[in-house]
């Protein structure tokens, strides 16, 4: 088959007991590899019992649906190639998952997913090239042979097999000639085994474990006296307008030509709003709303023109000032009075503005309420200052350090603990967990929204057996770390790959104009 002169012999042998427990084998020895392959024989069937066995040249038309190249071989889409079949191998599957293909941005991520899948096929082949390794002729012929399509009564069928046209034929058998070659380079990458000494580093970091009690103060339970105190010491910024605005885009002297049409009388406000105003407030008549005066800062961040229009008396109408987004004239609806923080609407709206501005007062407090927590801690233990000072309590643990939330270990989200999210990549949160003496109160420290004192309840070393689990584990997943992530990122970064996909896509598949 590997040329027009050689006599072709397919005849495969029925299964057995033996070829049964050689797959078995196989698949326990390397999964991941198993499942690949057979995921890619299932696209040599789909193409060529499914698709138009032959690959038609677009050159001939004057289309070449180039997108970069690979050490020089080209990175194209052809009906019935690689690319093409990968791409709608992901479409299918997009589909099946109930996600609009046709979407621009699905569609986009099918195309660029395809096109990264034959950049890393190319770049294993070309590898293999240079390597001077090639599959033997016998090996494709007796692969061939096992396709379905050839099948006749649990044998290979010669007529289903001619029955192909010779185009077909050689199409099909170089497709099974590179994915056996793709497939003994990947199972040669994952016999590689990791470093033995950063295995038995990583082992080592399974112990010691530790389990913790933690006291917990959510910045959200601010008290409210301390609101209203922060409010009445600042109460400019919180002085209660009601404001109206006509917003133009375009230029300065279109916004003062809309500006004397209000003022004159030939237009009113609100008609103005509706017919030229250009902002969120135009179809209201250019109501804004009851607002407090620091809202007002990002919609005008010149503080004297600002302050200007939060003194406007009832009825006024300010001067064209410039806005972020262009110009604007304003209108008060009522005049500015101090913020009644009795009302519960305007204190929620105040703890809002001290939670985003002013976070490190609320975290100053709740410190000084954790160091008192502590001190009572050293008097009268840890469960009875929880009650003392009526707080919450969480537990987690048993848990080496695992900055980062590694696969291999204990991580923190198995414990549900929310006030945790994120802390596993907190490096403070790691230092103070296994500094903190056993049975001693830590330092408090900021976890999200919560200051937190945590509370080391036990140590103990790691089972020499879970150690040794660990470092098998390691092996696994750097494996898997190095398939998924570095040989990837070593093709798709690579010096050799020219990767014009950007330009391909929208000249080809979505022109832009």
Known sequence: MASKDKKTVLSPSSPDASALSELQRRFKAHPVLFIGTIIVLVIVIVAFVFVPAFVPSVSGAGVDLSFGSYNTIPLTYVPGNYFSQIRDMIA??????????????????????????????????????????????????????????????????????????????????RQVQESIAKDTYLNDMEGLPPPAQESAFISAMASPKRSFAMAVFPLRGYPEEEISAYAAGNGAL???????????????????????????????????????????????????????????????????????????????????????????????????????????????????????????????FFFKAAESFISAVTEVGFEDALIQKGLLERTFGPLPINYGDSPIFTSLSAFSVPE??????????????????????????????????????????????????????????????????????????????????????????????
Do not use: C
Request: net charge negative; charged share 20%.
């Open 92 to 173: 299918r599957y997009r589909q099946a998952s109930d996600t609009d293909a046709t979407n621009y941005l699905a569609n986009y991520q099918i195309w660029r997913e395809a096109f990264e899948e034959t950049v890393i096929h190319t770049g294993i082949l070309d590898e293999l090239k240079q390597a001077g390794y090639a599959v033997p002729a016998q090996v494709v012929d007796r692969e061939v042979a096992q396709l379905p399509q050839f099948q006749e009564g649990g044998r290979f069928s010669t007529t289903k097999y001619r029955a192909l046209d010779t185009a077909s034929r050689m199409a099909l058998w």
């Open 420 to 513: 945790l999210s994120g802390a596993g990549s907190n490096e403070n949160f790691w230092q103070t967990a296994f500094s903190t003496p056993v049975h001693t109160p830590s330092q408090p420290l900021v976890l999200g929204d919560t200051v937190a004192v945590l509370y080391p309840t036990e140590e103990l070393a790691e089972e020499e057996t879970s150690a040794e689990y660990i470092g098998t584990a390691y092996a696994s997943y750097w494996m898997s770390s190095f398939i998924n992530q570095n040989l990837r990122a070593y093709f798709l970064t690579n010096p050799k790959l020219d990767d014009r996909f950007f330009d391909g896509y929208f000249k080809y598949i979505q022109p832009l104009n």
């Open 238 to 364: 919180f002085r209660v307008i009601h404001l109206s605005r006509i917003t133009i885009t375009s230029n300065e002297r279109e916004a003062q030509q809309v500006h004397n049409s209000v003022t004159e009388g030939s237009s009113t406000f609100e008609d103005a709003a509706r017919t030229y105003s250009q902002d969120a407030y135009a179809e209201r008549g250019g109501d804004m709303g009851v607002i407090l005066a620091y809202e007002l800062t990002s919609e005008v961040p010149d503080q004297a023109a600002r302050e200007s229009l939060i003194t406007l008396a009832q009825g006024e109408l300010s001067p064209v000032v410039q806005v972020p987004s262009g110009w604007a004239f304003f209108r008060s609806e009522a005049a500015s009075y101090p913020a009644d923080i009795t009302d519960a609407t305007l204190l929620e709206k105040i703890r809002s503005y001290i939670m985003e501005f002013e976070r490190g007062r609320v975290e100053d």
